[in-house]
């Protein structure tokens, strides 16, 4: 098979047409741009965080059918209580689960941190110097700690840490919240209970065939490609 | 220091096999097969995937969620153990500037335990790129010489997939395939964006199981379309060589296996020819020495490499009178595009699983273009297909909390769609392997050191398929979640891709080649190899299949010469 130079040059346009910048607010980093400053006095980030003590990882060659893990914990009693209470309000329990911090994700969060591995350092650094960072403004703005405040003194927090654009003395707080919000997912929808709530289904043996897409989910893809004009493919018809 | 062989050197063995990946493997089973006695080397330690594969925990059970780390790149539960981008004391270097992955596997069976089972047959043109292009060289053999053994090694390992009627992508004879798996709704969504824009998609060529396999000792089952392959198959579905060529090789009773030996060079005799191996013994550190007729090195492109240069005369290396060897270093290009896809959204779920990897593939098509001089890089590129339900990228999260958090990752679940380019790499001056000549592994062995460069060959393809990907996902009114940078910043570094090539390339002509097309080096009749490092180009198709198929037929050829009393 072949095709005219009209045709790739018509997928070409397409894809020179195409702005980069035509992404979404999902896939932007934090920005240094000024974004709209927060309705408080940012306090400063705090300079540091207590350092790591030395842990071994999992080493090259664990026993796979009896997974454990290694390394000693990191949260005190309050930190661990913040984070749940963080676990509970980042993902909240509503009909289809429970809350986050509830479900006990806070210790993988715990664990997640306590890791001696590179990626889980860098994440140590910035969710200890972010809670720290939540009780010090929380102190500034109504005199205790985090977990102290109302829900609504909380929730000003937390709306504070997920905007759009930060000012720039949010740019850490909010690169924190992301990613523990991150982490929060993947320990949450890792769980039966949140791959029950995406309505995952899968991980079952299935013998025979595979027998593709339901008659359901061919129909919504029917429509799927009717409102994108697009012609169903001829494997599909197989 | 040099101890007589352990217990088993008093029964002879015809030939030593460095190695017992898909080169080790179908050699051992080849010449077993044939009545020769064969010493398989292992590096790695023993691996039982019976005993020791988890096929079934959820990642939640396995520390950080499963998630890859440095001790294990590609999670926990990967089958590869006890190896990966470094080992324990046993380093490589790069010459400055240089960005060099080398992927060691030390395990019984090396990397068909963990690999992509995409296993595309080279075409026509892939056996003569210079003839075609005028880069690089042609392989002394055509695609004619090694169709009848892609043939046979579909059929010996099971390959499931389709015709694919493409130019340059020759389809399998009736019998070789097993049928492939319906495609799910994702790839269904990317074939009709893509033949819209005239990009073709087709059922890829994989080597898991679609229909039972019998056999008498090592009986393999059909995938039942569930668990990652990557962690190893306990049911046989995925070809590796520990649950298929090793066992059969095993039963004959021609087969010895000897694991954790590191060989360190090939011993050579008065005729010049190979006596045997010298290999260390990495629980005890002791070296021993082994004989035979002859010598099959397989132990990957990198050790085999080294192997040879730190054998023969110091400094000069074995079988290197072309001066070829350790040059001519060949990766897979890589690259990963990924969007949002705002109509998958909220989509019905049903079990998308299916046999693992991906179902459909987009293979390259644009060899017209090529050859009137349309395009900026020389050879081709295909696109892996993904997209499933599961935890949504963060990428493709709103910043939000609460509520609204809880029903995106619903939303988001099943509706972000990749992309994955695999591409030719051309070899090129500045890529090549040599020894240290200051650093040394525990055992005492010269290491390796790499240089690697990309040519704009390789940058220029990467941004082809950049927009080329992105115009698929413009076509679907996707939200692309890939990071704007320029293509250098978004391929992946040499070796990532562990498709390491070419680094003692077959030829036609000893003076610019390292072996033949059997993989008998020029230098050397009694040394044979078989895997990655014989490749005289690096076609963007995934490279096992090929190998497995030339250590056929150079495993063929190697039992005839022994028989005939060739290589007394």
């Given at each position: ?43 400063d980030?705090?300079?540091?965080v207590?350092?790591m ?18 390394w ?25 689960s ?17 890791a ?48 759009e ?72 018809r197989? | ?63 950080l ?5 440095a ?59 210079f ?66 824009l ?28 569930a ?90 290396g ?44 987009i293979?390259?098509?644009?060899y ?6 349309e ?91 950049r ?64 895997d ?37």
């Amino acid at each position: 098979m072949t095709f005219t130079r009209r045709t790739t040059l018509q997928w070409f346009a397409t894809a020179t047409a195409l702005s980069l910048a035509n992404r979404g607010v999902a896939a932007a980093a934090v920005s240094q741009a000024a974004g709209a400053a927060p309705p408080f006095k940012v306090v400063d980030w705090p300079a540091s965080v207590a350092p790591m003590l030395a842990a071994k990882g999992y080493g090259r060659d664990p026993d796979l059918t009896a997974p454990k893990v290694p390394w000693p914990l990191t949260l005190t009693k309050p930190q661990r209580a913040t984070i749940d209470m963080l676990g509970d309000m980042i993902l909240p329990a509503d009909g289809a689960s429970p809350g986050a911090g509830t479900l006990g994700v806070g210790a993988f969060i715990d664990e997640w941190i306590s890791a001696p591995y590179s990626q889980q350092q860098e994440d140590r650094v910035k969710i200890l110097a972010g809670l720290a960072w939540l009780d010090a403004q929380s102190r500034v703005l109504h005199g205790g700690d985090f977990a102290a405040g109302t829900a609504a003194q909380r929730a000003t927090l937390l709306d504070a840490l997920t905007v759009e654009t930060p000012s720039a003395a949010m740019a850490q707080p909010v690169a924190f919240m992301d990613r523990l919000r991150n982490l929060f997912v993947l320990g949450f929808y890792s769980l039966p209970e949140g791959k029950a709530d995406m309505g995952y289904i899968g991980d079952q043996p299935t013998e025979g065939p595979y027998p593709g897409p339901t008659p359901e989910a061919q129909a919504h893809f029917a429509a799927l490609l009717a409102s994108l004009k697009l012609s169903m493919p001829s494997s599909s018809r197989a | 220091m040099t101890k007589a062989a352990p217990k088993f050197a008093d029964t002879p063995v015809d030939v030593i096999i460095v190695g017992s990946g898909a080169a080790g493997g179908m050699a051992a089973y080849t010449l077993t097969k044939a009545g020769v006695r064969c010493l398989i080397l292992e590096a790695g330690r023993d691996y039982d995937p019976q005993a020791e594969v988890n096929m079934f925990a959820p990642e939640s059970d396995a520390p950080l969620r499963g998630t890859g780390t440095a001790d294990k790149p590609f999670g926990y539960f990967d089958a590869t153990v006890d190896g990966g981008w470094q080992v324990e004391g046993e380093p490589y270097t790069m010459t400055e500037g240089s960005d060099f992955r080398w992927w060691r596997p030390r395990m019984l069976g090396g990397r068909t335990n963990h690999w992509g089972r995409h296993v595309p047959r080279f075409g026509a043109y892939d056996f003569k790129p210079f003839s075609r292009d005028g880069l690089g060289v042609d392989w002394p053999i055509g695609y004619d010489d090694v169709a009848p053994f892609y043939d046979r090694v579909e059929r010996m390992i099971g390959v499931n997939g389709g015709p694919i009627g493409l130019e340059n992508h020759p389809d399998s004879p009736a019998g070789c395939l097993m049928p492939p798996p319906k495609p799910r709704v994702p790839e269904l969504l990317i074939t009709a964006a893509a033949e819209s824009l005239g990009i073709p998609v087709r059922a890829a060529h994989t080597a898991v199981l679609t229909r039972d396999m019998p056999d008498k000792v090592a009986p393999r089952s059909a995938c039942f379309n569930a668990t990652p392959c990557t962690r190893g198959c306990t049911i046989g579905a995925m070809f590796q060589t520990t649950t298929s060529l090793l066992p059969m090789a095993k039963a004959t009773g021609k087969l010895r296996v000897v694991t954790d030996a590191m060989v360190s060079r090939v011993v050579t005799g008065a005729r010049g020819r190979a006596t045997g191996v010298e290999y260390v013994d990495r629980k005890t550190g002791q070296r021993h020495q082994v004989t035979a007729r002859a010598v099959v090195l397989a132990a990957g492109t990198g050790e085999t490499t080294r192997l040879l240069l730190n054998s023969g005369e110091a400094g000069r290396g074995l079988a290197n009178s072309s001066g070829q060897l350790g040059r001519n270093l060949t990766d897979s290009t890589g690259a990963s595009f990924r969007a949002f896809i705002p109509g998958l959204a909220g989509r019905p779920r049903y079990n998308e699983d299916g046999i693992g990897g991906q179902h459909i593939y987009i293979p390259f098509w644009l060899y017209e273009q090529q050859k009137r001089g349309e395009l900026d890089f020389a050879r081709g590129y295909h696109f892996e297909i993904g997209g499933r339900f599961g935890i949504p990228a963060e990428a493709a999260l709103p910043r939000v909390w609460g509520k609204g958090l809880k029903q995106a990752v619903r939303n988001a679940s099943g509706a972000t769609i990749n992309l994955t380019l695999r591409g030719e790499m051309i070899p090129n001056k500045d890529t090549f392997c040599e020894i240290d000549p200051t650093v040394k592994d525990k055992f005492g062995i010269p290491v390796l050191r790499f240089a690697f460069r990309w040519s704009k060959h390789e940058v220029n393809q990467v941004a082809h398929g950049r927009r080329a990907a992105h115009s698929v996902f413009k076509r679907l009114n996707g939200t692309i979640l890939d990071p704007d940078l320029p293509p250098e910043q978004i391929m992946t570094a040499g070796g990532e891709i562990i498709h390491e090539l070419g680094t003692a390339r077959m030829g036609a002509d000893p003076k610019s080649s390292v072996v033949d097309s059997y993989g008998q080096t020029w230098d050397v009749d009694n040394v044979v190899l078989m895997d990655g490092a014989t490749f005289a180009s690096g076609p963007h198709k995934n490279p096992t299949l090929t190998i497995l198929a030339l250590a056929l037929r150079a495993s063929e050829r190697l039992a005839t010469r022994l028989s005939s009393g060739a290589l007394a």
